[in-house]
């Protein structure tokens, strides 16, 4: 599973095998897929001879959206604003979310920056609008304007790609069916992580979220045998 930060929903269910008077767990952790940054873009738009420069990237915490913003003051140090926002996690129901105006008037730069984003379905994102002045002042709504259109003119340009998210399960098995699960757990492309051996076979597997409910079909008829052996 890749590393990274996801709404996370965690469900158990338990059956409990006459027999053995011992459980059977499955337990579900579901991870919400959502489109991030595919590769980063950098887009120029101007008005009144002030030059805004938006860059948006991947970004999935803090120190990695602090490394972008210090790549691109290097690009651009003589600049006198880097105006920048993030969205971690889920568009919908975001980690974290935050902003900065780098020094122009409160609310005219960050809040802008972050509000195009957070109108977008696109998640783990940071994007830092450069600001050249050029001898025209712009007022607070036009800022607020630049910021926004400048945001978004680089939003429009981004490609982005859906995170093959992963599932994955904890699941009690009979000895007899290791082999078969891991075959299935190959079939849809996942994988097996670790195993555990005592009165049963304790298997931890990582399945695309997209394969998990044919999985749980084929699994069934050895959830029915199992509760029926002996």
Not at 74 to 88: E, G, I, K, L, N
Not at 93 to 111: C, F, N, V, W, Y
Request: one cysteine or more.
């Amino acid at each position: 599973m890749t590393s990274k930060f996801f709404i996370v929903i965690l469900l158990e269910s338990r059956t409990i095998m006459p027999s053995h008077s011992s459980i059977v767990s499955h337990f579900f952790i579901i991870l919400m897929s959502y489109p991030v940054p595919a590769t980063p873009v950098e887009t120029l738009y101007e008005v009144k001879k002030s030059k805004f420069i938006a860059y948006a990237g991947f970004a999935n915490s803090r120190e990695s959206a602090m490394a972008l913003l210090d790549s691109v003051k290097q690009q651009y140090p003589d600049a006198r604003h880097h105006c920048w926002a993030y969205v971690f996690g889920s568009p919908h129901s975001p980690l974290s979310a935050a902003m900065s105006d780098d020094g122009e008037p409160s609310g005219t730069a960050g809040k802008p920056i972050l509000n195009v984003l957070q109108h977008k379905d696109i998640g783990d994102i940071m994007l830092v609008v450069t600001r050249y002045f050029g001898g025209i002042k712009l007022g607070a709504g036009g800022l607020v304007r630049a910021y926004s259109a400048a945001a978004q003119q680089a939003i429009d340009a981004l490609e982005v790609r859906e995170e093959v998210t992963m599932s994955e399960l904890t699941v009690d098995v009979d000895f007899k069916h290791e082999q078969f699960v891991r075959h299935l757990v190959e079939q849809a492309s996942g994988n097996v992580a670790h195993c555990d051996y005592s009165h049963c076979v304790t298997m931890q597997i990582s399945l695309p979220e997209t394969q998990l409910t044919d999985f749980r079909k084929q699994m069934a008829p050895i959830s029915m045998t199992m509760s029926d052996a002996e």
